[in-house]
Nanobody, 126 residues
Framework: QVQLVESGGGLVQAGGSLRLSCAAS????????TGWFRQAPGNEREFVAA????????AYADSVKGRFTIFRDNAKNTAYLQMDRLKPEDTAAYFC???????????????????WGQGTQVTVSS
């Protein structure tokens, strides 16, 4: 069992920045692929970004490429999502997730993820 706790969400004006954190329990965090997803009311949960266990491979949704950066600090069992130049359409609940079978990570499809956090709300005002 892996417990994930997201933090860092909030209200920000368009063009601003936020950094989300995902703190994980356990001692093998460096072996897990990690992803960030988001879900706006009435919408499906969608992929945002993902990173391999070592941090050497990353993937981004086209809608956030060039604005968001995913990275991790395995010594702190924490993954991050740096969000810059935020837009109102980025408003959503953001969730982190880990994939235990991570050899082929980063994964874009949420079906590959085994554990999920409770989410943190990001609201971008225009």
């Amino acid at each position: 069992q892996v417990q994930l706790v997201e933090s860092g969400g909030g209200l920000v004006q368009a063009g601003g920045s936020l950094r989300l954190s995902c703190a994980a329990s356990g001692r093998t965090f460096s072996t897990y692929g990690t992803g960030w997803f988001r879900q706006a009311p009435g919408n499906e949960r969608e992929f945002v970004a993902a990173i391999s266990g070592s941090g050497g491979k990353k993937a981004y949704a086209d809608s956030v490429k060039g604005r968001f950066t995913i990275f991790r600090d395995n010594a702190k069992n924490t993954a991050y999502l740096q969000m810059d130049r935020l837009k109102p359409e980025d408003t959503a609940a953001y969730f982190c997730a880990v994939a235990l079978a991570s050899r082929r990570s980063p994964f874009i499809d949420k079906i590959n993820y085994d554990f999920w956090g409770q989410g943190t709300q990001v609201t971008v005002s225009s």
